[in-house]
């Protein structure tokens, strides 16, 4: 039998697990249009494109030192705001790349998608890893606790 605490943990993990489902779909949306413009050469795309990746190099980071301690919560959090506030700023510059005549009204369609994807994909990394190492694994304590069987 486990407890309520250990109950609310297996909920956690599943939810957890929806959202890691979700990044993937969201990636493979991206992908398909950052090899599409990579094969094309257009250098305004790759470099929007460039941009996409260090935000998501720079969330993956600062979840890999909350994994291992290095940082708070807050962290996390003050990063979940950033991402909110990239969506304004980058509507802003992909209107701007638009008027400019850099890329074409299907590319600006491309790159707002791709900018709701990666900021989605980012809040659920964020939350994926609130989840995943915010608390003890309750299940693990428990097996520990448990007699051996045989």
Known sequence: TITEAQHQRVDELKMANRKMVEIIKDAREVKRNVSRYLREGHKVMIAEYDEFRKKMVKVLRVIREFEEGQVRIGT????????????QAGNLEIDMLIREKKVTPEMASSLVNDHDNLNDMIENLIDVARLLYNKKDLLAETEKQLPFKA
């Open 76 to 87: 996390l959090a003050k990063l979940s705001q950033e991402a909110a506030r990239n969506i």
